[in-house]
Each structure stands twice: as C-alpha cells, then as structure tokens.
C-alpha cells in the first residue's frame, strides 16, 4: 500500500550557524501536527540540528552556502526530512559514516554527527558528490497516537 503525503514544506537559507536553532525549530513546529510524543520530537530535532550543522561547518567550510530543507508527513505517520547542501561533498562517503571521523579537527568536532542521526531516526540515507554537494534523508516513523 502507497502511503500518502499529507503535507510539504521545503525552505531555504543561509549555512550561518545562527541558522541551526531556526532549523531545529522548523522540524518542530511541522511534525507538531501529527502529535508526537516528546522523545520523538526531541529526537528528530537532534538529528536535524546535526545535518544543518554539518552543511555550516563541513559543506561550505569558511564560506556561506545554501541549505536546503524538504519536509514530509505522511498519512502513516512517517516523517521524511531531506537536508541538502550545494558544498564541497564528502570524499569518502563511508570513512565519514564511521564513528568519530572528522574532517575538522583543529576546531575539536567529535565526527559523531552521521552516528547521532542515525540512532535518532528510523533510517538515515547520505548521497554526496564531492564537488558538488550532499543530501541527507531522515525518515523517522511515529508512534501510533493512543486512544485515552
């Protein structure tokens, strides 16, 4: 069986860090419709934080870029959050999903970025090209709404 989108929101903005609490308060404020319990919200907005975070300090590094934010909630109640970014792309896509890995070392980032995604939602997708950018897909099922 199909399952049906009930709803979109696709935005645009700069890769400032100032951005990211914006971003967070977006994935918020849109899956708030298909009332998801606390962890659920507080999980989907760790792993949104951590994709714009990568977009600002990896994609663009000491330059300020375009991301790219697509949301979708479906009649399932399955949310997919598409993070998208025009930058310099991962070279090597499976060193960067590996645990602890960083490309930024000077400036202390503990590589845990594409692990804290992925234990936040259901599935966790990565697409780069290096040179011309990546998109993360987020897809996170909630869980079913009980009847009190």
Do not use: W
């Amino acid at each position: 069986m199909k399952k049906i989108c009930k709803n979109t929101l696709k935005v645009q903005f700069p890769s400032l860090s100032a951005n990211e609490g914006m971003a967070r308060a977006l994935a918020g404020s849109f899956i708030m419709q298909l009332d998801p319990t606390v962890a659920e919200l507080a999980d989907i907005k760790c792993a949104v934080s951590e994709a714009v975070t990568n977009c600002t300090v990896h994609a663009y590094r000491d330059t300020v870029g375009e991301i790219y934010m697509t949301f979708k909630c479906f009649d399932d109640r399955t949310v997919k959050i598409e993070i998208k970014d025009k930058g310099c792309g991962i070279e090597d896509l499976s060193a960067a999903l590996t645990p602890l890995f960083t490309t930024d070392r000077e400036n202390e980032r503990s590589g845990m970025g594409f692990t804290v995604m992925e234990s936040f939602t259901d599935k966790m997708r990565v697409i780069s090209k290096p040179g011309r950018g990546t998109k993360v897909t987020l897809i996170k099922k909630l869980s079913p709404i009980s009847a009190t």
